[in-house]
């Protein structure tokens, strides 16, 4: 076999600690076998299933709610990324990016990063401690499936979700029998991407095995603005590169899917990552070269067991989860001649352990109706070694959920959801959630879909318990919201078009904020009113012209995030004034074409100014301008008897722009990706 | 498609434009600190006499942004040295003109200057456990003082404010110390140490030689300990502490400043204080904050004009807007109120020499 020998070489160039000696056994006697593969044609197949699916726009389990699936299409080119980019580029989520490899967070509809849950295979993966979730350090490489579950519609999985929920899932692929795929990736600032997958299984168990290790130096250059050296009586900026940005990631995700009969699914994941990154110092900086370096680490085990049972009309699930995660951070300096030293040395230990169990009842066509109860326990450790400052605590969430879901008439679905919830010792309010659709036409499927729902967000247990600062009596965010819109299909033969639109508008009471008060100390406090209104729209295009497959998607939002917090504090000038970081026009489009074994994609991302400081000053100094970003790829794909290659050359920052995410963080210009793509497989 | 294509125009945010000149010799420079890591620290100027605020003075004149976190300006003849802590730099300027005369650089936290002499400053750093000794006219660093406690579980000695009694500088150590450290500037040596209560953040000497201390008292839940906010007055030659003032647990008393005669201190403890130094009663409030208690931002910088005695304080506000700078009569009448820029934090009055 001749790529028996480089597949080895492959496997080895990995990383061998990663890799159990099994596997290398599995590759080595099954590589002779293998046939077909993933292809460009086969993820058009997936595409097409996604798109049967969708056509049942029309559900009674989903009236009043917006969810969108982010499209297979997507999820395949940007395999190499994070999920803060797929977001950004494909989504009408917004991402904080604090640079290249950097800390990422997301905001739905003008809301905070804490009020975008996460969950990951059904558990929910944000940080107890810091309410939200770094997107950076999810790669879109172990997701098979996002849904995004704007506003409201995030009632059904959780509370919290004030701006929405973000579901990444992984499913079994039961047409699998084996199955191998590789790629690696050679980019700019010496960014190397591997990938390996493999997977096992028949009709009734699927076993499923990915590694993955990415680093860069992420030394990318730009001129220094914020520097200047005097030169002939002149200012000069000095050429630079981004300095003490280097990072890696490297994990493994583990599936075992098994179902002894038409009636059970049990399933188990466990996904392990360990990044590691360079924090880079402030671009001004011009002290000693040892000193002011932070670093961070994140080690994150996450893992879920599910047992499914169907009969008839009812399905019982049961699912346990646990998530652990562990963050260092320390900045260190070197002072007169020893090694460096911490000034900060910061370890975090977060738990969680999460209990879910539902039961559904199909009573009929027009009646069905869901409950479920979760109780989870969460536990932190945080502790500063240099200070000596930290906090220890467990906190328990216990939530009831009741849903009633009918077929009115023929043209209308309703969908009433009541979620209770317990924290520690205190009730919530009820967390109620009214949705309905109009069905308009069957013959081009219009669906008229509205709602309106309430809901909270408890504060995280650094907002209560941080020192200095937290602040045990802060009370729980409230969201009062309501959304209504129009989703519409239209699939003639050889053509597909979807789009929607909605409006919505959110008032959030309570938005907790961390502001220095006169004790001199940060902490936070209810004091902000925000009013979100705004619409979203999304359209997506697919077809075929002779011999070229299109697919052109994209989204628009307008987003107005005005603050209305008391505006009893004299000289307050952030009242009435739009949420800093949040753009008013967000949008972004995807092109792409295949002809033959031949793929072109272009990606345009564009955000109009966003402000940096709450009276939404305009000095040049806070301002960030608007954003508009091209990248562009190409593949190619060689199709052989037993095995596939794919080749795939991306170019990011297409016109080379200097550009700005957060203020003074510069930002790489055009660079390169090339990614090899292996591919063997067996399907039934 | 490649219509949508528009061109980010990052040149336009570095154009310098012309800064009116100021018409009075008199001025009041505004240091605002910006927010930690977001690079956007800017220089205001007030021209007391004409009530003209410039904000953006050094950005607008030099097309280059201050840094991160400018803390204090210190300023000798007719250059103004400002201090840019995470930026680990001092920016030189020219006070007429704001123009960038020259930088320090290799400085790790620095967070105030004091001038020894015209050859001779000294700059106190947050991490460096050192205080570097600089040449202000040849911008280069000379040498260090090490402060390095090896004694204590916590990072110390960092160091803060600087105020000189004949041959001494005292510079208080505020991080989880208790400690006012005493310098000797012929031999550039840490000589003493006197201990006050937790965490002293400002420092002023008054015309008898009495060195004030404000201590802030740490925080709740500080392992370094948690107490009221003290006054405390020190003789420069004992070296001993003399009287104390104890504030309540729950207050935050900061930026100590005194007045032309140094005859009078001004400090912040939510509201303006006044105190006569020969005075032995307690302090009073002699400016009333209206911001509420439980509300955010409030007083949190105080300067003293040397020439005038008027007073001028600084309000962050959200500490991402635009502060408010409040200026008084020596008498606490309100004069002008000025929009500055992002976390107005220090002051420095250029003072015409007579």
Not at chain 1, 555 to 569: E, K, L
Not at chain 1, 622 to 633: E, G, H, K
Not at chain 2, 50 to 79: C, H, Q, W, Y
Not at chain 2, 203 to 217: F, L, P, Q, R, S
């Amino acid at each position: 076999m001749p790529f028996r020998f480089n597949l080895y070489n492959l496997v080895k160039n990995n990383g061998n600690t990663l890799i159990p000696g099994f596997l290398f056994l599995f590759f080595v006697l099954g590589s002779a076998s293998f046939s077909g593969a993933q292809t460009i044609r086969d993820s058009i197949i997936e595409l097409e299933e996604v798109q049967v699916r969708a056509a049942r726009i029309f559900e009674k389990e989903t009236a009043g709610m917006k969810e969108t699936r982010v499209d297979s299409l997507v999820i395949r080119q940007k395999l190499n990324l994070s999920l803060s980019e797929l977001l950004a580029e494909n989504t009408p989520v917004y991402i904080k990016s604090h640079g290249r490899g950097a800390l990422a967070t997301a905001s739905f509809r003008g809301t905070a990063s804490s009020h975008t849950q996460v969950n990951w295979n059904g558990i929910n993966i944000n940080s107890p401690m810091l309410g939200m979730v770094d997107f950076s350090l999810i790669p879109v490489y172990i997701i098979d499936d996002i849904t995004l579950k704007h506003g409201g519609a995030s009632v059904s999985d959780q509370s919290g979700g004030l701006g929405g929920s973000i579901n990444i899932a992984n499913r079994a692929d039961w047409t699998n029998t084996r199955q191998l795929s590789y790629i690696q990736g050679v980019g700019s600032f010496s960014t190397r991407d591997q990938f390996l997958m493999t997977s096992l299984g028949n009709s009734k168990i699927q076993w499923r095995s990915r590694v993955y290790y990415n680093r860069s130096e992420n030394n990318y250059p730009f001129i220094n603005r914020t520097i200047a050296d005097q030169e002939n009586g002149q200012l000069v900026h000095p050429a630079d590169t981004n300095k003490h940005a280097a990072y890696s990631r490297y994990g493994t995700l583990q599936e075992v899917y098994w179902q002894p009969s038409h009636q059970h699914m049990v399933s188990v994941h466990w996904w392990g990552q360990m990044g590691e990154r360079g924090i880079p110092r402030v671009i001004s900086f011009e002290g000693p070269d040892n000193t002011n370096i932070s670093r961070q680490k994140d080690q994150d085990h996450k893992a879920v067991a599910r047992w499914q049972w169907y009969r008839d009309s009812d399905n019982i699930t049961i699912r346990s989860g646990y998530a652990f995660r562990q963050l260092d951070y320390t900045l260190k300096n070197q002072i007169s001649g020893t090694d460096p030293i911490p000034a900060v040395d910061s370890e975090s230990f977060q738990q969680s352990f999460m209990q879910y169990v539902s039961y559904r009842k199909e009573f009929s066509q027009t009646l069905s109706l869901e409950s479920a109860f979760n109780f989870d326990h969460h536990k932190v450790h945080t502790r500063d070694s240099v200070t000596q400052t930290g906090y220890k605590t467990n906190r328990e969430d216990l939530s009831l959920f009741l849903a009633l879901r009918s077929r009115l008439q023929k043209r209308v679905n309703m969908n009433l959801m009541i979620r209770q919830e317990f924290r520690g010792n205190e009730f919530s309010p009820i967390i109620p959630f009214l949705g309905i659709d109009y069905m308009v036409s069957k013959r081009h499927p219009l669906v008229l879909k509205a709602h309106i729902a309430r809901n909270y967000r408890h504060p995280s247990l650094n907002d209560l318990y941080w020192v200095p600062g937290g602040n045990p009596e802060l009370k729980p965010e409230k969201g009062f919201s309501v959304e209504g819109g129009i989703r519409h299909q239209w699939k003639p033969v050889g053509f597909n078009l979807q789009s929607e639109i909605t409006f919505f508008r959110s008032d959030i009471n309570n938005w907790i904020i961390w502001i220095p008060s006169f004790k001199g100390y940060w902490e936070p406090q209810n004091i902000r009113r925000v009013l979100s209104r705004g619409l979203e729209t999304h359209a997506k295009v697919s077809g075929k012209l002779s011999e070229i497959q299109y697919h052109i998607m994209g989204t628009y939002s307008y987003t107005q995030a005005i603050n209305y917090g008391d505006p009893a504090r004299w000289g307050d000038e952030s009242y009435g004034k739009q949420l800093v970081f949040i753009p008013q026009h967000s949008g972004n489009v995807l092109f792409n074409l295949q002809y033959k074994a031949y793929a072109i994609s272009w990606q345009h991302n564009s955000y109009s100014e966003r402000f940096t400081a709450s009276g939404n000053d305009i000095s040049r100094r806070n301002w960030l301008y608007p954003y508009y970003m091209n990248d562009l790829s190409l593949a190619k794909e060689w199709i052989f008897e037993k095995w596939n290659l794919q080749a795939e050359f991306k170019i990011y920052n297409l016109f080379n722009e200097t550009y700005h995410t957060i203020l003074y963080r510069p930002m790489p210009g055009r660079n390169f990706m090339l990614s090899l793509r292996l591919d063997l497989h067996d399907r039934r | 498609m490649l219509i949508l294509h528009a061109c980010m125009d990052d040149d336009a945010l570095w154009e310098t434009r012309p800064v009116p000149v100021s018409p009075s010799p008199e001025g009041v420079f505004i240091i605002n600190e910006g927010n930690f890591m977001y690079g956007n620290a800017s220089l205001s100027y007030y021209d007391p006499v004409e009530k003209i605020i410039l904000n953006d003075v050094f950005f607008n004149t030099n097309g280059l942004p201050l840094g991160d976190v400018a803390l204090s300006m210190t300023i000798r003849g007719n250059l103004g040295y400002i201090v840019v802590n995470n930026s680990g730099r001092i920016y030189v300027i020219d006070l007429e003109t704001f123009e960038l005369k020259g930088k320090i650089t290799g400085l790790t936290s620095p967070r105030y200057m004091h001038f020894v002499s015209d050859e001779k400053a000294y700059v106190t750093d947050l991490y460096a456990k050192a205080i570097a000794v600089v040449n202000p006219q040849t911008y280069e660093i000379t040498g260090s003082i090490d402060v390095n406690n090896h004694e204590s579980e916590f990072y110390q000695h960092s160091t803060e404010q600087m105020v000189q009694v004949g041959k001494y500088v005292f510079t208080n150590c505020w991080s989880f110390d208790n400690n006012i450290l005493v310098i000797d500037t012929d031999t550039d040596q840490w000589v003493e140490t006197i201990e006050v209560p937790v965490q002293p953040q400002s420092m002023v000497v008054d015309a008898n030689d009495k060195i004030w201390v404000i201590t802030d008292g740490g925080f709740p839940g500080s392992p370094f300990g948690h107490e009221a906010p003290t006054l405390v007055r020190i003789d420069a030659h004992e070296r001993k502490t003399e009287k104390m003032y104890q504030f309540d647990l729950n207050d935050h008393a900061m930026s100590l400043a005194i007045n032309k005669t140094k005859d009078t201190l001004y400090f912040i403890n939510r509201h303006v204080y006044r105190h006569p130094v020969g005075s032995d009663d307690f302090p009073e409030i002699f400016i009333q904050s209206t911001s509420p208690a439980d509300s955010y931002g409030g007083f949190r910088a105080l300067g003293v004009d040397p020439a005038s005695s008027e007073i001028y304080v600084g309000d962050a506000i959200d500490f991402v807007q635009p502060g408010i700078v409040y200026r008084f009569t020596p008498q606490g009448q309100p004069i002008d109120t000025l929009r500055v820029r992002i976390s107005p934090g220090n002051f420095a009055f250029k003072v015409t020499t007579p």
